[in-house]
Structure formats: C-alpha cells, structure tokens
C-alpha cells in the first residue's frame, strides 16, 4: 500500500470508531453502574437509525431538518431506554444477572417486531448529510466529508463524557455507584433514579451511534444482533466499565477493519492472502489476542467479582426413577400416536435438549458462562457432513468421531477460556465462536461457504422420519444421561467445589482449571454429537448452526428452564423450540410473542420455570405455622 492509501484507510477507520465508539461508551456505562449485560443495547442502536430516517422525512432534508431529526432521535430513543428500565429492569435488578441477561435479549425480540411493524421488512436508505455531501481530496484521493465530522464527534463525545463524569455531582455518583453502588445505597442515594439517568444517558448515546449512520448505511432489522457483537467486544477489549478504554478500543478494531478491507488481497511468501474475508472476524481475533496478553481488557480492572450465576447456588437433585420412566414412556409412544410434523419437532427437541443441557454442564455445576456454544454444535454438524460428503464414510461412523472432532476444538479453545471468568470468559467463547464461524462461511471449496452442505442423510436402515427420532432419542437421551451422571461423581462435585470455593478448592488440591477445561472439553463434544444428530435429521447444515443467534437460543433455553435445576435445561429446550415453531407458523410478528412469553416468565419465576415451579409447591407443601 502507498502512504496515500494507508492514510485514507486510516481516516475510513476512525469515522467507523466514531459511531462504534458512541454505542460502546452507552453499553459501558450501563454496565458500569447495572451491572447488567444488556442484549437490547443493539437494538437501541437500530431505532436511533430508523428514528432519524422519519423524523428526516418529516421535518425535510435541509440541515436544520436533518441535525434536528439525529439530536430528537437519540433523545427518543433516551426516552425509550427510560421505558425499558422503569418497566422492565427495575423489577428483576435483585434476580440473577443471567435472568436480567434473558430479560434483555426477551426485549430485543419485542423491539424487532415493533420495528418491523412500524417500518416493513425492506431496508431504509437515509439521504445524505445536507452540506457534507461532497468529498475532500486528501493525498490525491477522495474522502466524504461526512466522514470527517464523525471523526471530529468521537473525540468531543470522549471529551464531554469526561468532563459529565468528572466534573459534576451527576458523575462522582456515577462513578461510586461503578466502584460500589451497595456503598452508594447505604449512603442515601435514591439508586432508582440513578440507574434510570443512566440508563437514559447509554441509550442516547446508542441511538446517537445509529443516527449519525444514516447517511452511511440503511435502516434495517438485522442491525441489532450484529452492533451488539461488536459493542460488546469493544466494551470487553476496552476494559468493562471504561469510557477511555472503549475509545481505544473503538479505533483500534474501527482502523483494523478498514485496513482489511483497503489491503484486499496481498501476495506474500509466494501465497495470495485474501485479508478482505478477515474483515468479519478481525474484531473477535484482537478481543481474543487482547484477552488471552490482559484479561480484563486494555484499561480495566479487576472487579470484586465478575461472576454470571447467582451465588451461592442450591444443590443439585438427581430426578426420580419414575418420573424419568414415565417422559421416557411419553416420548416412546408419541410418534405412534401423532403425525409426521410432531415426530419432527419431537427430534428437533431432543438434539437441542442435549445442546442445552451440555452448556449447562459448564454454566450451572462448572460456573463459567459461555456466549459461544455453538461452536460445538456447528462443528459437530459439519464434522458429520463433512466425513460422509468429503470422505466418504457412513453415517455410524460419522456420528462416532463427530463428537470427537468438536471435542478436540473444545480442548483448544477451552484451554485460553478456562484462564478467564465471568463476562470476559463469555466474551472469549464467543470470538472462538465467531472464527470458527468465520472460517465455515469463508471457506467454500470444502464447507460449501454460505451454502451449507447438502445431502447428508441417514442410512438407508433409517428411512423415515419416525425411525431416526428413535435413534436420537437413544443418542441424545444416553448423551444426557451421561452428563447428569457426571455430575454426581467426584469429578461433578470437585466442580461445584470449584465454582463456589476456588481458593478453598486449590487449597485442599483441587486443579480448579484442570477441572473446568475438562468439563468444558465434555460438554464441546456432547454439543458436537447433538449438532451431528440433527445434521443428519434435516440432511443439510449451513453455519447459521455457528452464528450468534444458534448461542443466544442455548442461553435462553438454559435460562428459560432454570440454570439452578438438573430438568431445567431439557424443559427450556422443549418450550424454546416448541413455542418457536407453533408461534412462527401462526403470525409474522412471532418474535415479539415468543419476547413477551420469555419476559413474563422472567418477571414471575426470576429463577426459571422449572425453579419457580419448585418454589412454589414448597411454599404449597409447607404446613401453616
């Protein structure tokens, strides 16, 4: 690359940090004070882009009319941020921040469909910035010069930030409540309306982040999932909890991006190297290098605790004898008694039964959050058809060393996460998941890219849809089996040790890491044999098996049933895919109905549905004092 080149690059990378950093520093402060990972930061994002796009329409494409359109919107979207945390959060701040996390991501499939109802489906191109129009030649090349007014708002955003969080009452409170808001409670501040200022304050900022783009990119309903990957590794890169460090991160991933873009293809020791297709996992290798050299990012520091699940946990209870017999009577004589569609939902509920109770393995006895268990399952899909189509082996063998194959990826990318705790170690789950997705929607000539793979179906002795739910329910429910099993042997004991004492379980002679990379190996590879078993039950796998959404399913499954219960994860899994699909097939708008259903049930039963049920029939059961 010329100098001339490298400087424009330059200049593209800072103007995509501005906007980056905006929605960063709001997630960051949010965090800070909450204490909540909030999913629907993105979304705030992406009706700051929608609100601008009217409010332009409305008020006319003068410059009054358009900055008057960015400031109302990221003031309206401040006001919706009120409305979330008045009616939402401020009922389940003293839940288990998994459960506020399942609340938010509830919210993000309400705000989707609202958006998609007030907007359509078809994506919004915004009018250019009146007067900015034109592009600045800089070193013999053009640059839009609405790009270098975003250039010029990071820094005075940074600046005005600092002094807001210096400077005034407002900030010093800001700033205990991120030390110790407890401490700042036992003090006399009124913390119901400090959160909700901050609250505000990080949604202005989101939806100035996604206002300021519409002259860059178009309004449109997939901007929520992927600002918030990309917020998140900021914020995490940075340091949880630091604006400055959120700024640095925001150039720092803004300028890499555009760099891979700029180079293109380079040719070196002989090899072309495409560095564009790094351009959509170049953001999760820095979050991983970063992670891996300071493990609370470039500026932060270490918290009191960074822990995802409620402490301490309750003990774990092994079902009965008879109520396994009898599901297991149900599920054996469903198929004979229903049609070929429950059949395939039945199958469906038992592959992602085992997805979800292999990540509860890690998240509930082992205490280590995971953003990105996918991977597993993707890689236990494509593993599966990749050893038929590529290598020609039968199905029996490729559901044998499927597993494997997704196990030996946990062996690697759990050996840097087990190093790690908390939302940093979600955070690194995921930048594992996202290369490996990455890497399978990139490489086409031998996953078949984003395509998928075809034809990958069961052997002839399985014909029929009622055959092969047979032998998942057999694969699956032994896979989980097994897992439970575990879990009361020493090595599931020695894990709860881990989770609830860390010192005290190093201080009798328990490898704490050691532990917890083997079971994070144990639960990569029973994903890996659920994603081989509905790879074969649907005859194809393309990498949405891989992507953030496939994770965020699991999550809320796990959730949904309640982390702290043995069934949970299996009940979540059922009533998540059951609920998906029924609500799907009747209405357009299923998100939002499945986003309400899910935050009812977070509203009533804090520690999920299977949690909540038990606590209530022992207060039934209990006799009056």
């Known amino acids: 690359m010329t100098f001339a080149s490298i400087i424009i690059q330059l200049l593209n990378g800072l103007a995509a940090a501005s906007s980056l950093f905006l929605v960063s520093a709001g997630l960051s402060l949010i965090f800070g004070v909450t204490r909540i990972v909030n999913f629907a930061h993105g979304s705030l994002y992406m009706l700051g882009l929608y609100g601008a796009y009217t409010l332009i329409e409305a008020l006319g494409r003068t410059p009054l009319g358009f900055w008057s359109a960015v400031v109302l919107s990221a003031l309206a979207v401040g006001l919706v941020g009120i409305v979330i945390e008045v009616l939402v959060l401020r009922r389940i701040y003293k839940a288990p921040e998994l459960f506020q996390l399942l609340a938010t991501f509830a919210l993000v499939l309400i705000i989707k469909d609202i958006a998609l109802w007030t907007w359509g489906a078809e994506d919004l191109v915004g009018p250019r910035a009146p007067g900015l129009s034109m592009a600045v030649e800089i070193l013999d090349r053009r640059i839009p010069a609405y790009d270098l007014l975003l250039i010029g708002i990071g820094p005075v955003v940074l600046g005005a930030m600092w002094l807001l969080l210096s400077r005034t009452r407002w900030g010093a409170l800001v700033r205990a409540a991120t030390q110790d808001r407890e ?25 100035l982040g996604g206002a300021l783009q519409i002259p860059r990119e178009p309004a449109n309903l997939d901007l929520d999932l992927a600002v918030i990957a990309d917020a998140f590794v900021v914020t995490v890169v940075g340091g949880l909890g630091s604006i400055g460090g959120a700024f640095l991160a925001a ?9 891979c873009i700029g180079v293109g293809t380079a040719h070196w020791l002989g090899e072309d190297i495409v560095f564009s297709k790094l351009t959509l996992v170049v953001e999760f290798l820095i979050m991983a290098l970063v992670l891996v050299v300071r493990p609370f990012g470039l500026l932060g520091k270490p918290p009191a605790t960074l822990r995802l699940a409620a402490d301490p946990a309750p003990p774990l209870k092994a079902p009965s004898w008879t109520f396994a017999l009898v ?9 004979l008694l229903a049609d070929r569609y429950v059949t395939i939902l039945l199958t469906d509920i038992v592959c992602f039964a085992l997805f979800a109770v292999s990540l509860h393995f890690i998240m509930g006895p082992a205490g280590m959050v995971s953003f990105g268990h996918a991977a597993y399952f993707g890689l236990g899909a494509y593993a599966a058809g990749l050893l038929m189509k590529r290598f020609g082996l039968p199905m029996e063998a490729a559901l044998i060393l499927a597993p494997l194959a ?15 705790s908390g939302v940093y170690l979600a955070m690194l789950t995921l930048a594992f998941a996202q290369i490996s997705w990455s890497i399978v929607f990139q490489w086409d000539s031998f996953t078949g890219g984003s395509n998928g793979l075809f034809g990958i179906w069961p052997s002839a002795w399985l014909a029929g849809k009622t055959i092969y739910y047979y032998l998942a329910l057999v694969l699956c429910g032994a896979g989980i089996a097994l897992l439970w099993r575990v ?21 009798i002679g328990i490898d704490v890491r050691g532990f917890q990379w083997m079971a994070f190996v144990l639960a990569g590879a029973f994903a890996g044999l659920a994603g081989a078993v509905y790879a074969f039950s649907k005859g194809s796998i393309s990498p949405s098996a891989i992507s953030i959404a496939q994770s965020t399913d699991g999550l809320v499954m796990v959730l949904l049933g309640g982390v702290e219960t043995l069934t949970g994860p299996v009940v979540g899994a059922a009533i998540f895919t059951w609920l998906r699909d029924e609500v799907a097939r009747r209405t357009e708008f299923w998100r939002a109905v499945l986003g309400a259903v899910i935050l009812l049930i977070v509203l009533l039963f804090p520690q999920g549905l299977v949690g909540g049920l038990k606590a209530l029939a022992l207060r039934w059961c209990e006799p009056p004092s």
Request: hydrophobic share 65%; net charge positive; with cysteine.
């Open 183 to 207: 401490m700042v409670g036992a003090l006399g501040v009124d913390q119901a309306k400090l959160f909700t200022s901050v609250f505000f304050a990080g949604a202005v900022l989101a939806g």
């Open 251 to 259: 150039i720092l991933i803004g300028v890499a991006k555009a760099f």
């Open 406 to 420: 997704a196990g030996a990826f946990a062996v690697v990318y759990g050996w840097f996460c087990v190093r790690l």
């Open 487 to 507: 879990l009361f042997s020493p090595f599931g004991y020695a894990l709860r040790a881990g989770r609830d004492s860390p010192l005290r379980a190093e201080a």
């Open 327 to 335: 599901w297991l009577a149900l599920l054996l004589a469903a198929p």
